[in-house]
């Protein structure tokens, strides 16, 4: 017994140990970061499309105060914070209006982006308004256009961040599965929501793929979303929004702040 106790008192040590030494690296890491610049690219899930509180000189870009770069911003002090990131944004976009304040002396990069150009909006919009046949004849054009064409294009936008930014660490940010499955949810079928998760997981497999071969980290957002998917009671997602159809199938405040902000402070 007194041989088992010896053991365990030294393997907690052990473990204590390392998790100062994780803790400590990530508070280095975090302050690197915050040293020196940090740029946020990409689209509406970085502006922050869906949280509110726009900053009225975003105009229809969107940008939220309460978007994670903003979020991340406040709380850690970069010694620049420029935030390009832009509601509808495409890779063209990102590549013809956003990379602007890279250089250099960039510490930090973030960047969500790809959904766009797989149709997203129309996906949503196709699933909503028509049969379970359709919709999921339209996820599988987008899915074809992932693995085809989507990755030369995420390429274009990876090599340019690099090369703009050589010393920068770069975290790509996927995106949630939007619905909780196994329940009865309003106005989709179980086949349209586990087609459109399934769709989901293969935009950010592909993102990651991407975002590897490149050197850059991919931060996984599905696992901090689970649970609070649309239809789940608790959802940090807006489902169809009427009112402002805008903010539809985006994260709330809540997602920003619950959802996304704690796997980029991790990844940064």
């Not at 989507?150 to 390429?155: F, T």
Request: include cysteine; hydrophobic fraction near 40%; aromatic fraction near 8%.
């Amino acid at each position: 017994m007194r041989r088992t106790r010896i053991t365990a008192y030294v393997a907690s040590l052990f473990l204590a140990a390392g998790a100062a030494l994780t803790g400590a690296a990530s508070a280095q890491a975090s302050s690197a970061a915050a040293a020196t610049g940090y740029v946020a690219l990409g689209d509406s899930y970085s502006s922050g499309v869906g949280a509110g509180s726009y900053l009225s000189a975003s105009g229809d870009c969107k940008r939220s105060s309460k978007a994670f770069p903003q979020l991340w911003a406040a709380a850690n002090s970069p010694s620049s914070f420029s935030f390009t990131a832009c509601s509808g944004a495409r890779t063209n976009d990102v590549l013809a209006g956003q990379l602007g304040p890279l250089n250099s002396t960039t510490g930090l990069v973030s960047i969500s982006v790809g959904g766009n150009d797989a149709g997203f909006a129309d996906v949503m919009t196709t699933c909503v308004t028509s049969t379970d046949s359709v919709c999921l004849s339209r996820i599988n054009t987008a899915k074809a256009f992932v693995d085809s064409t989507l990755p030369g294009r995420l390429d274009s936008v990876y090599s340019a961040i690099r090369s703009k930014a050589p010393a920068a660490r770069v975290v790509v940010l996927g995106y949630p599965r939007f619905y909780k499955l196994g329940q009865t949810c309003l106005g989709m079928s179980e086949a349209k929501r586990s087609a459109i998760n399934n769709a989901s997981d293969h935009l950010n497999t592909a993102l990651a793929k991407r975002a590897a071969q490149h050197g850059f980290v991919f931060g996984d957002v599905t696992s901090s979303f689970t649970g609070h998917e649309i239809c789940s009671g608790s959802s940090w997602l807006h489902s169809v929004n009427w009112l402002n159809i805008g903010e539809s199938y985006h994260p709330t405040a809540a997602g920003q702040s619950g959802g996304y902000l704690p796997v980029f402070r991790n990844a940064a």
